[in-house]
C-alpha cells in the first residue's frame, strides 16, 4: 500500500493528464486511491487539472469525512460501492472521456470484438442502464457489472475505469477512449470488421501466457452481458433507428465534406 503523500501525488498527477487528454472538462470527474480503511477523493467542484495535493478528502467506509477541507466528490458513494465490492481494487476513476460517451447516447454498442488490443485486456466494454448523475441508482447500476470486469461505461453520463493502482485505472480509461476514436473513424469509412470467435478464442488463450494477464474480464462476445441500454446491441444497431450503418455512414461522410467545404471557404 503506498503512503498517503504518495497518493496525494498520484491523484494530482493523474487529474492533470485526464483534464489535458480531454477526458474530462470543467470540474468533471472525480478519482480515489483506497489506502487501507480509508479513501483519499478529489473534492467536489475543483477542475481536475488544477488540483492541489491539500485540497484531497478523506472519507471512511461509510463515506463520511475524516479529513480535509472541501466536500467529497458527488460520486464517492460508488467509489465506495467498488472498493466494498472488489477487494483487489485500489483506485477507482471516473471521467467523461466525450467519444465513449458519444456512442452511448448514440445507442451504439461499444461491445463489439473489433480491436485485438483491446479484446484482451478489457474484454466486452458495456453500458450500465441509465441513473441519475451521483444519487444511489449509480451505485445500483454498477453493483453487478463492477464484479466481472475493470472498465464500464454509465450511460449517457460517463465512465468508470478500476484498478490495482490510479495509474492501472488511468491506462484503461485511455484505452477505451481510443478504441471509441478508432471506432468512430471505422464507421465514417462505412464499415466495422470484427474478429471471428477463433480469432477471440486465440487472443484469450493468449491472455496470461503471451500477454501476462491475468484480471477478470468478460469476453467481448459473452452473453452474460450488463441489461444497460446499448451493451445488448449488436454492432450494426443504431438505437430504435431505422438506418443502416451504410446509410449513417453516408450521411455522416456528406456532412463532414459539407463542413470541410464550409470551414476552407
Ligand atoms: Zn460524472
Given at each position: 500500500m503506498i503512503n498517503e503523500r504518495e497518493a496525494r501525488r498520484q491523484i494530482v498527477e493523474v487529474g492533470k493528464w485526464l483534464y489535458n487528454k480531454g477526458l474530462v472538462a470543467a470540474t468533471d470527474g472525480n478519482l480515489s486511491i483506497r489506502l487501507g480503511d480509508r479513501i483519499i477523493t478529489t473534492p467536489s467542484g475543483v477542475s481536475k487539472g488544477f488540483l492541489k495535493e491539500n485540497e484531497l478528502v478523506i472519507v471512511n467506509s461509510k463515506g463520511e469525512k475524516v479529513g480535509g477541507s472541501g466536500k467529497p466528490s458527488?460520486?464517492?458513494?460508488?467509489?465506495l460501492a467498488v472498493y466494498k465490492i472488489r477487494p483487489d481494487v485500489n483506485a477507482v476513476l471516473h471521467a467523461h472521456p466525450p467519444k465513449s460517451i458519444a456512442f452511448t447516447?448514440?445507442?451504439?454498442?461499444?461491445t463489439q470484438c473489433v480491436i485485438p488490443e483491446v479484446v484482451v485486456t478489457i474484454g466486452a466494454i458495456q453500458t450500465t442502464p441509465y441513473a441519475t448523475p451521483s444519487t444511489d441508482e449509480v451505485v445500483q447500476s454498477i453493483n453487478e457489472p463492477i464484479?466481472?470486469?475493470d472498465v464500464l461505461m454509465l450511460d449517457r453520463h460517463g465512465s468508470l475505469t478500476v484498478g490495482k493502482d490510479i495509474y492501472s485505472a488511468y491506462m484503461k480509461l485511455e484505452k477505451l477512449e481510443h478504441a471509441a476514436e478508432i471506432l468512430i473513424y471505422a464507421r465514417l469509412l462505412g464499415?466495422?470488421?470484427?474478429?471471428?470467435?477463433?480469432e477471440v478464442d486465440k487472443l484469450m488463450e493468449l491472455r496470461e501466457?503471451?500477454?501476462?494477464?491475468?484480471?477478470n474480464i468478460l469476453r467481448?462476445?459473452?452473453n452474460q452481458l450488463a441489461s444497460g441500454s446499448c451493451s445488448l446491441n449488436n454492432s450494426s444497431s443504431i438505437g430504435s433507428s431505422d438506418i443502416s450503418n451504410e446509410e449513417l455512414s453516408k450521411i455522416i461522410t456528406q456532412k463532414v465534406i459539407e463542413q470541410?467545404?464550409?470551414d476552407t471557404a
Open positions: 458527488t460520486e464517492v458513494k460508488m467509489h447516447i448514440a445507442g451504439v454498442s461499444l464484479k466481472h470486469t464499415n466495422v470488421k470484427t474478429l471471428n470467435k477463433a501466457s503471451t500477454y501476462g494477464l491475468s484480471n467481448c462476445d459473452s470541410l467545404k464550409n
